[in-house]
């Protein structure tokens, strides 16, 4: 019987060693491989230059135009209004014909027309910078004489500007009313710069590459 029990202990501590030898050999390898990686370098140093587009420049850009339509209030467009539109520019330098600022023009626009916006090509008549003739700006405010939607449509103008950061694009759009100069939506948003973005701003467009994300000599 005692000699049963010793082969039975015998064996246990056998396949227990086995078991802890693997486990530790698995420990050992993965370990030693990662510091082998370290001690011979071999591990991926370099990373993208530029930070790569998670979101879609035109899902920024739709957002922030539903943001805009979202702001006018009911007494102050209508929805027969004429709204043009004025190219977005760079705010330190309005000369500045990149065509990141016609593209973000455009796709603020074509969604403002999703939305119902009656967005309209030209320059405004000079007949849109005044108030119609004979009608009292109150009465675009009282619901109980008049409504909005039954007096002439008032024009407005869709313009913006945008600001070169470090990492960001930082952008503002307004609409501003013609006859009286208010600003009846306003917003603020950033844009990412990305690859994308660079291509499409001339002064950002950089020469490909990778930079190190460790120091890889020694002065």
Known sequence: MNRVVLISVVLVATLFASG????????????AGDTYNYVFDTKPTAVPYHEQETVP?????????????????????????????????NQKNPSDNAIFGHVITEQIADRLVQRGVVITAGQPSSTEYFMPQGVDPKRYTDP????????????????????????NIYMTAKVIR???NAVVS????????????RQMIPQLKLEEGLDPTVKTKFD
């Open 57 to 89: 420049l035109i899902e920024i850009n739709y957002y922030a135009a539903d943001v805009l339509y979202s702001n006018v209030g009911q007494y102050e467009l209508s929805k027969k209004s004429p709204v043009y539109v004025e190219a977005f520019t």
């Open 144 to 167: 109980l004489k008049d409504t909005i939607e039954t007096l002439p449509a008032r024009a407005a103008v869709l313009k913006g500007t945008y600001v070169i950061g470090d990492n």
């Open 186 to 197: 306003g917003h603020n948003w950033t844009i990412p710069i990305t690859d994308n973005v």
């Open 20 to 31: 802890c030898g693997n486990r530790f050999w698995k420990d050992t390898k993965d370990s």
């Open 178 to 180: 013609l006859d009286d």
